[in-house]
């Protein structure tokens, strides 16, 4: 079991780094945010350029995945099956204050972050 939260873990970190700013922007430090089932369940992490170990961020006993981090980096966007659905959650960087973004029966799965003046998709 060690051996496959390793490699979920390995998978996760390769397949979905995200930089973001770290507490200074101005400072070049950026953060790696990342999720895992290191501790036996599926949450999301922050490991901050010279720490050894990543802080969980989500500290929740569900699914959660696939962060993505908003460009200012103050807000890290992840999915979330703790509502018995996958939905889009949001947590600050710290991981405070979860907060649900979408409310659909249907999956609802990979934030991310744009900005608000992008054009719409064309078809």
């Not at 770290?22 to 901050?48: C, Q």
């Not at 890290?76 to 659905?85: E, K, Q, V």
């Not at 939905?87 to 990979?110: C, F, I, K």
Request: charged share 20%.
């Amino acid at each position: 079991m060690k051996a496959m939260s390793a490699l979920v873990a390995l998978l996760s970190l390769a397949a979905l780094p995200v930089t973001t700013p770290a507490d200074s922007a101005e400072d070049g430090k950026y953060a790696i945010v990342f999720y895992s089932a290191r501790s036996g369940n599926r949450d999301v992490y922050i490991l901050h350029p010279g720490e050894k170990e990543p802080r969980n961020l989500t500290q929740y006993p569900a699914a959660d995945l696939c962060p993505a981090a908003s460009p200012d980096g103050k807000h890290i966007a992840f999915l979330s099956d703790r509502d018995g659905n996958f939905e889009v959650y949001q947590v600050n960087r710290d991981g405070s204050t979860p907060l649900r973004l979408t409310h659909d029966p249907a999956w609802d799965g990979w934030a991310a972050f744009v900005p608000a003046s992008a054009p719409a998709e064309r078809p």
